[in-house]
């Protein structure tokens, strides 16, 4: 016949410890199942940030040629008005010059005109016999008063 083999059955120090690996084991499965979720999860999220980030790029592609043209445009712009900015300052000095000449030779004129009234009064009260008639030989064009 034939011989049968005992079977050896596990002395429970021995069923505890493979008890005890087998939780183990199973610890560390959960854990690393875990971790692999994580990772996807983590994947999933940044390949959807991936795309958007493409989509974003390609918004960004179709309006920016549009947008260096307004740069482009603005730019000339800046240009021209800087140059009539100048031209406007230049001409403002210009008429502030012309203005303070104005002043000045109608200064000169109120002056001129001051003189000539207190001659007329000192004529008038009889301080100065010897004025009369028109003081324009006195005073001609283009003579100054003493």
Known sequence: ??????????????FEVSQSELELYKEKFTRQERQLKEAKDKQAAIHTELQDKKKQEAGIEKVLPKKRKDLQKSESELKVVEETFEKLTRQLRE???????????????????????????????????????????????GSTPP
């Open 1 to 14: 016949m034939h011989d049968i083999i005992p079977f050896p059955f596990p002395t429970a120090a021995q």
């Open 95 to 141: 008429g502030r010059g012309r203005v303070e000449e104005a002043r000045s030779a109608l200064e000169s004129h109120k002056k001129r005109g001051q003189v000539l009234e207190c001659l007329m009064q000192q004529r008038d009260a009889g301080n100065i016999p010897g004025i009369c008639g028109r003081l324009v030989s006195v005073f001609g064009k």
